[in-house]
């Protein structure tokens, strides 16, 4: 039986909330808000949105999650992988600046939403296996890359487009002439500050007598620092008539709650993209969830987290917002800060609130080159050289699909790019199982053992082939399987007894049950005598409801061991 507080997790650990937990969250909400806000504005340029659509983002979105999620330390909001692929589906649609670009972003956060919410319902977390981890290893990568690219133009105060790093490379050269430099000043001095920032500040900070932790909140202010700075640099040197892009005038309050309009044709136009964008959300937000729940030793629960998450979503959509997951940094933050329970989320929320309710006719100065570098200093941590030098080290093919997803985003397209690497992944992953490893095995002197002939000196008798194979066998790899037992048995002309080891075998489908029929059919008529040994519990009583048993020419013994023992009518085994 499903408890209310399986859906709700708020009843749980709200029931045991105290006040040190209570001081412990607003602690940790006030340092996440003071880093959200800066980052709420840039990702929602990112997203090709007006900034006060990034900070309604940040509030209703939390709050949902707060009461439908799991984890305790997970921060959810606009995020720069999502903001990227919102802005890469969209940009197809519609044109930036225009009411149905934004329309069309509310939809994708409600479909979205719908999707991760049916796929929580119906368990169907496991969809998102799909995507391997080099996959979505080259993904973050090549997207990290293509953000820090688009970023450049408002660095150099040019304009520029593209959604593929060609495109925008192009567009660059394109207007290479005509950089600002004011704004150009603005920009690396701002990235310069949050590199140093990021590297150097809290060790000098520490150095200089303050506490590791105020000197870590203290560092995490640094955009909102760089944000002051910038306006007040624009302000006072009357900047934005001489050519330096400003934010611009952000409305002052709250948002409006409905819906989102829906239309058949953009619905359609945007399924898919809503699809990638609820997986890659889902799978980043559970690798941090988990990750940080471990270090407390608590437990996340995958199936809630994409209730929670879709939630959040269908939040956003109601709430002028844009799709939302569960952020690297942010979390971590939050994390680090002493969030204790997903209240933290709550009060952030507030904060965020109150920034949009006050705050707002201060932004209006904030020029696009400081939210650029927030952005690219966010991003470039995202590009992983090791874990590329590490899958290539260890698998070429697993590197294979990790470099089909990287050129892919780069030069063909956001989603494209996903979809190449997750099609491979499948690609191969069939020819490998397709091909399965199959070892002849004989025992090790002295032991009940089996190993492979060819990597250790084992006994072996020329009346038994003894075959071990190691993958559960499916359609894809029957005809594998009996070419190679037929091969192996062409060589041996004393044979008997063929005992296929079955110790790696998970599944047989009727496709491979109907090989096996055949290869016992075979056997016999060649006079050999075909065994099974070690084959697991669920395969048995799945082989129990077939007529293959009765039909077996030999036994299915309990260990290869037994049917060595059994069979074996040589004086002494050779040694190979």
Known sequence: MYRLADYLPILDWGRRYSRATLTNDIVAAIIVTIMLIP??????????????????????????????????????????VVSLMTASAIGEIAVQGTPAYLAAALLLAFLSGAMLIAMGLFKLGFVANFLSHPVISGFITASGLLIAAGQLKYLLGIPAGGHT????????????????????????????????????????LVALGLSARMADITTKAGPVAAVAATILAVTMLDLGPKGVALVGAIPQGLPVLALPVFDLELIRMLAVPALLIS?????????????????????IVPDQE????????????????????????????????????PAAGIYTAIGIALATLFLTPLLASLPQATLAATIIVAVLSL???????????????????????????????????????VVLSLLLHLYRTSRPHMAVVGQLPGTEHFRNVERHRVETSPE??????????????????????????????????????????NIIDASALESLEEINHRLKDA???????????????????????????????????DALRCLDTTDRPSTR
């Open 464 to 505: 038994i082939l003894s075959l071990r194979v190691d993958e559960s066998l499916y359609f894809a790899n029957t005809r594998y399987l009996e070419d190679r037992i037929a091969a192996l048995v062409a060589e041996r002309p004393q044979l008997k007894h063929v005992v296929l080891m079955c110790s790696a075998v």
């Open 527 to 561: 006079g050999i005598t075909f065994h099974l040994s070690e084959v697991k519990g669920p395969v048995m009583d799945r082989l129990k409801r077939t007529h293959f048993l009765e039909g077996l020419t030999g036994k299915v013994f309990l260990s290869q061991y």
């Open 39 to 80: 980052q709420s504005l840039a990702y929602a340029m990112l997203a090709g949105l007006p900034a006060e659509i990034g900070l309604y983002a940040s509030i209703l979105p939390l709050v949902a999650y707060a009461a439908f999620g799991t984890s305790r330390s997970l921060a959810v909001g606009p995020v720069a």
């Open 383 to 421: 590009v992983n050289a090791a874990a590329i030098r590490r899958v290539w080290a260890y698998s070429k093919v697993d590197f294979s699909a990790m470099a089909a997803t990287i050129l892919g985003t780069l030069f063909v397209g956001v989603e494209i790019g996903v979809v190449m690497g």
């Open 165 to 204: 790093l060609p495109q925008i490379a192009t567009g660059l050269v394109e207007n290479i002439g005509s950089i600002n430099l004011p704004t150009l000043a603005i920009g690396t001095s701002v990235l310069a500050f949050l590199y140093f920032v990021r590297l150097r500040l809290k060790r000098v």
């Open 279 to 299: 997986l890659i959300g889902f799978v980043e937000s559970v690798s941090v969830a988990q990750t940080l729940a471990a270090k407390r030793r608590q437990r």
């Open 306 to 341: 994409l209730i929670g998450l879709g939630v959040a979503n269908i939040a956003s959509a109601i709430s002028s917002g844009y799709p939302v997951t569960g952020g690297f940094a942010r979390s971590v933050v939050n994390f680090d800060a002493g969030a204790e329970t």
